[in-house]
């Protein structure tokens, strides 16, 4: 296992289209993140599931954003009806449930450009 | 929740060590982490430190934490241009379930 991985990399569409991104987490982890980050900002926390469960929204994810993590492996994040506010790095993280505190592992992003 | 400060921008010369500063807010925060970013890239993580330390060496890094003040430091011995990335301190509280990062601190390797 190589690390996280995320498709597409880069995504440019149009305003008021959908758009999909996948996540594939680090195999033996069950928990995964989604994060987004704009330009010269940290990341910020958009949801998290444990194994297939969505245990935490943040109130940045709008009701036009959904997650999930139908068999508990790979996720994806959809966002309908983009809008250019939407631009920014999508990441996903993993992290395995050891109890060892939220030690995540990290994707190379998805970067969306909504024109 | 927990705020986590950066200072933006921090310029060395190569050889020199760096030190990049963070503060936080949430005196539960039990891991204190260090992430770097390379452009148009991921986070790698870098280092983590648990609560009850005060310092973590590894390699070329050490981490010290003052949890009185609730600051945490990377210090990074011997600069190289290859360390030229965005540095991220986070912090993770338990029962959040997630980790609140800093805004970055550019660091600039000057040759």
């Known amino acids: 296992d190589t690390g996280v991985s995320q498709n597409p990399r880069h995504k440019i569409t149009k305003r008021g289209q959908n758009v999909t991104f996948r996540c594939d987490p680090i195999s033996e982890h069950n928990r995964l993140y989604w994060y987004r980050q704009t330009l010269g900002q940290g990341p910020e926390f958009l949801t998290y599931?444990?194994?297939?469960?969505?245990?935490?929204k943040s109130r940045l994810l709008s009701d036009r954003f959904s997650a999930e993590r139908p068999k508990g492996s790979f996720s994806t994040l959809e966002i309908q009806r983009t809008e250019q506010g939407d631009s920014a790095m999508y990441l996903c993280a993993s992290s395995p449930l050891t109890g060892m505190g939220e030690t995540q592992y990290f994707g190379p992003g998805t970067r969306l450009l909504v024109l | 929740g927990e705020d986590v400060e950066q200072s933006l921008f921090l310029s060395v010369r190569e050889g020199d060590s760096s030190v990049i500063n963070c503060t936080y807010t949430d005196s539960s925060s039990t891991y204190l982490y260090w992430y770097k970013q390379e452009p148009g890239a991921g986070l790698q993580l870098l280092t983590y430190i648990f609560s009850n330390m005060d310092m973590k060496q590894d390699q070329r890094l050490t981490v010290l934490l003052n949890k009185k003040d609730k600051h945490l430091s990377l210090r990074i011995a011997d600069t190289q241009t290859g360390d030229s990335a965005i540095y991220f301190c986070?912090?993770?509280?338990?029962?959040?379930?997630?980790?609140?990062f800093g805004t970055g601190t550019k660091l600039q390797v000057i040759p």
């Open positions: 599931f444990q194994n297939e469960a969505q245990l935490e």
């Open positions: 986070a912090g993770y509280s338990g029962g959040y379930q997630k980790v609140t």
